[in-house]
Structures are given as C-alpha cells and as structure tokens.
C-alpha cells in the first residue's frame, strides 16, 4: 500500500524529530514565560505554518506543559522542607521556592517530553502508553499484544501483511495464510511468519527477536546474508550492526512481560533499573554507584513499578528519594 501524503510527510520528518521537539519546548517556554515582541510573534506563526506536524507537536506540548500533575509535583518539590538551604527572611524564601517550582516544572516538563515522543505517534495506527499494555485484533484474524511505549503501523493487502515496529516491544499471534506472508519490519530487521507466535523488541541499536511457537524467518535490512531460522524456544539479537546466530532462552523469563511481571536471575542491579525504567512515568537516577553491579534475582510487579523501586531499596543497601512518583534518586 502506498503511503499518503501525511504519512510521506511524518518520515520526511523523523529523522530530525528531536530537533523539531526541542524547537517546540523553546516555543512553548517563551510563549509561557515571558512577553514576545510581535516579531517574535511573526516569527513563531512562520515556524508553526511550516508543515502540519509543526503544529501537532507545539499541540502535544503545549499540553503536557499545562497537565495539572506537572505542576502540582513542582509545587510540592518547591514547598519541601530543605535542610540545605539555610533559614532565611521570608522574602528569599518565597523567592527560593518560586525559582525551586520553575526549576521542578521544567524538569519535570523536560521528562514529559522525552517519554513522548511525538512524531513516532503521528506515524502510529496503535500505541501505547509508559506502563500501558493493549490488544489489538488485526483484520485477518492474528492479534499483536503491545508493551509499555510501543507503537505501530500496519499495512494489510492481498498479498501481504506487514507491520511497522515503530517503537518499544510487542507480542504477535500470526494466523496461517500461505498466501500472505506476515513481515514485522523494525528499524534494523524483518521478521517472517506463517503462523506462529513471537515477539519483536526494539531499543536503541539492538533488536531482538524470540520465538514462542513455530519458526520465523529472521533478516537484516542492511545487508544480504543468509536470513536467520529461529524456532520455539530461541532468540535471535541484531547488534553492532549484525545479526547474530539464535540462541536458547528461558521463555517463562522472557516473556514475563505479557503477564505484568518482570523475572530475574543473577541480572545486575543497574540492568533490573534499566528495564524498570522503560514502565516508570518519570526518571529513575541510580546514583549509588557500589551497589550497580549487585546480582539481582527474584519477580517485580511491573503494573506498579514504584512498588518494585521500593523493594529493591529495601533490598539493596541505599536510599530512595520519591518525588511525586516521577523522579526517584537512589543514592
């Protein structure tokens, strides 16, 4: 199926999405915070004329920047009782904790951002959210089971069935039909099934793929060697810019995902984080640098991954600072 004209229009794009995000925060702050000359406003109707994705993304931040939860936690981190700052007359405080609500909403309003994402959105026919988890029944009978910051876009015609992982991880259910084959495309990768069960994760410049049932045919888009079989019961990574060989893994653990759960054993402290990370609607700073390497073992509930903070703190020798559930510092 070819692309529409928004969709050509979304790609052209996403390779400077970040730059374009950061254009849209350094609009909405002038825009917020101070008084623009009509130049300025000139200026700021021009970028936003530029395409229609200009304006979704100012849209999508302007209203991250005025969720209500951003500012309440940046009130109640401004209004925190410090012993750093010495006691002062009630001038300097009340200036010390309206620069202290700035500087927390900006922080928290910068967090917001990276989570989102948007113009991985925008190409998207299904997502999901941080610590989101959704079904999809697609029109020929597979379903796609969807991770936390995933998102795709499908393409269904009479000779094949494809899927984008745009983003983030997910779980497909493949009904048999010889005559469409059914790809999963990612960034680094393409996956072909008949009929089976398996999952695509991507992250970064890695890319995994781990069978459940049957056998998928697995192929780097970036070079033309042999693609690789991989079977139930085994995975194949895409690393360093090649695609290795399938290896055996422990499916109750791999999959643990699609049941809420994240199972571990033997992992470093910092990985477990890493991957907690990826469900935690804010930031997680791991400062406490002996413990990064301490072996973890055990299940984590990643329907409430400030629970699982909270236990591994318990468990681990270090402390644990919450603010409003969106940042956590581990020291």
């Known amino acids: 199926m070819a692309p529409t004209d928004k969709q050509s229009e979304n790609l052209s794009y996403h390779e400077d999405e970040a730059t374009l995000r950061q254009e ?8 917020h915070n101070s008084r623009i000359s009509p130049e300025d406003q000139q200026a700021f109707e ?31 981190h401004a209004q925190e009782p410090s012993s750093i700052l010495p006691q002062q007359s009630a001038t300097p405080r009340r200036w010390l904790q309206h620069a202290g609500a700035i500087a927390a909403c900006a922080m928290l309003f910068t967090m917001a951002i990276v989570h989102y994402d948007p113009l991985t959105w925008l190409q998207a026919d299904y997502q999901t ?10 029109p020929d009978g597979s379903t796609v089971i969807l991770n936390t910051q995933t998102a795709i876009a499908t393409s269904f015609d009479q000779t094949a069935r494809r899927i984008r992982l745009l983003k983030g991880e997910a779980s497909f259910n493949v009904q048999p039909d010889s005559h469409r084959p059914f790809v999963v495309e990612s960034q680094q990768t393409a996956t072909r099934a008949v009929g089976t069960e398996f999952m695509v994760r991507t992250q970064q410049d890695q ?21 690789a079989l991989v079977s139930a019961g085994s995975r194949v990574q895409f690393e360093h810019g090649r695609l290795g060989r399938p290896f055996s ?3 109750s653990t791999v999959s643990a995902w699609l049941n809420g759960r994240l199972i571990v054993n033997g992992v470093p402290l910092e990985q477990v984080i890493d991957e907690v990370r990826r469900y935690y609607p804010g930031t997680i ?47």
């Open 249 to 251: 893994v422990d499916l």
């Open 129 to 138: 959210a941080i610590g989101e988890q959704r079904t999809i029944a697609l």
């Open 24 to 31: 849209a925060i350094a609009w909405v702050v002038r825009l």
């Open 285 to 331: 700073l791991l400062l406490n640098q002996p413990i990064r390497d301490m072996h973890v073992t055990g299940t984590y509930n990643l329907e409430d991954p400030s629970k699982s903070l909270s236990l591994l703190a318990k468990t681990f020798p270090t402390h644990m600072f919450n603010l409003a559930n969106r940042f956590v510092i581990l020291f």
């Open 46 to 76: 021009a970028w936003k004329a530029k395409s229609t994705i200009h304006l979704q993304v100012f849209q999508k931040v302007s209203a991250i920047w005025g969720d209500p939860d951003l500012h309440a936690a940046a009130t109640q």
């Open 207 to 227: 890319e995994l793929v781990t069978v459940l049932e049957g056998t998928v045919e697995v192929s780097s888009l970036h070079d033309h060697n042999l693609p």
